[in-house]
């Protein structure tokens, strides 16, 4: 069965499974985390308040990657995620890019709500 087991073999000859490394700079780092900020940021705008959105950076294996969640009131968390290339972490995500990512984690929010509620919903006016 070790066969089939990419992490087979001795220690140090094979590295199936293993990322490979590689460090990014404090200045790619930096624009990552202004994009995200920036994605959270005009997600919440499209947003009312009553919408939790939040975002995490992290290291997988491909690299970096970042992930934005909105927890709407009521229904299911929608999370965008993403592994910038090396392009990206060098000139940054553009306008265009982070406000299609918000426009659709705010639409996407929204419509969890209005699953979640339906049409059980009293109109207060008219």
């Not at 490979?20 to 404090?26: M, P, R």
Request: aromatic letters at 4%.
């Amino acid at each position: 069965m070790n066969g089939n087991n990419p992490y087979a073999g001795a220690p140090g000859v094979v590295d199936a499974g293993r990322p490979a490394e590689s460090e990014l700079s404090t200045a790619q780092v930096r624009r990552l985390r202004e994009a995200v900020a920036g994605i959270v940021s005009r997600t919440q705008n499209y947003l009312p308040e009553g919408y939790a959105v939040g975002s995490e950076l992290s290291y997988g294996s491909n690299g970096p990657q970042a992930t934005v969640a909105v927890h709407p009131p009521v229904g299911r968390p929608i999370s965008a995620g993403f592994t910038p290339d090396e392009e990206d972490l060098e000139s940054g995500l553009t306008d265009s890019d982070r406000d299609e990512v918000a426009q659709g984690l705010a639409a996407s929010a929204a419509f969890q709500v209005m699953n979640a509620v339906g049409d059980e919903l009293t109109p207060t006016a008219r």
